[in-house]
């Protein structure tokens, strides 16, 4: 949905390029998000290529975009929480390791 709203003109092919997916795979996904109602094609009346249109974002789909931004962002903000827990805990690993070590030295 980021890339028809970006770039409302690409053609299926392009999509399927900017994606990495199948042309067959693209124009599925774009046909699915017509027939859910979160996008919608205009075709190009004075385009030379009359198979030409831009994939516009509805209403709907702008709402549905946003709500997926979010739980991404949160799902990502939930990850970078665990992972700076985790990067602290294994700094104080090799803290309590390195001290360790210095004094085994002495003693050893």
């Not at 946003?66 to 939930?78: D, G, N, P, V, Y």
Request: charged share 30%; glycine share 4%.
């Amino acid at each position: 949905m980021r890339l028809l709203s970006d770039q409302p003109a690409a053609s299926q092919r392009e999509i399927s390029q900017r994606l990495g997916l199948s042309l067959g795979k693209a124009n599925y996904l774009v046909r699915a998000l017509l027939d859910k109602g979160l996008v919608k094609a205009h075709n190009f009346r004075r385009s030379d290529n009359k198979m030409a249109y831009a994939y516009l974002l509805t209403p709907r789909g702008v709402a549905e975009r946003i709500r997926l931004t979010r739980a991404f962002l949160a799902r990502k903000k939930l990850e970078f929480e665990l992972l700076k827990t985790e990067i602290q805990s294994l700094q104080s690993q090799v803290e309590a390791d390195r001290k360790s070590s210095a004094y085994n030295k002495r003693q050893g």
